[in-house]
Nanobody, 118 residues
């Protein structure tokens, strides 16, 4: 029920773009749709930090460090949330995790590695 599957990470050069996807194949639509979906990231040796979130109604929130570069979106029919990342910089290097939260119950994906290096 809580499984989240991230994809789309990789190794890119500074300035490049990536789109991460997070699918919830085993979550029924009536549970996915009202869920708050979010992306977090964890760089080596650092805490897991908030990146972006999107409510069931499409309201979004972003960390200051990614505003204007990253865009979160969701496709409820596909039970998938996306993170479009533009203008990537070395400091964006991290494992990116998807999170689903509904009524206090939180689920995490396994993470996808994003490495930005020349």
């Amino acid at each position: 029920q809580g499984q989240l599957v991230e994809s789309g990470g990789g190794l890119v050069q500074p300035g490049a773009s990536l789109r991460l996807s997070c699918a919830a194949p085993r979550t029924i639509t009536s549970v996915f749709n009202p869920s708050m979906m979010a992306w977090y990231r964890q760089a080596p040796g650092k805490d897991r930090d908030f990146v972006a979130s999107i409510t069931s109604g499409g309201n979004t929130d972003y960390a200051e460090s990614v505003k204007g570069r990253f865009t979160i979106s969701r496709d409820n029919a596909r039970k998938t949330v996306y993170l479009q990342m533009n203008g990537l910089a070395p400091e964006d290097t991290a494992v990116y995790y998807c999170n689903r939260n509904l009524e206090g119950r939180s689920f995490w994906g396994q993470g996808t590695q994003v490495t930005v290096s020349a």
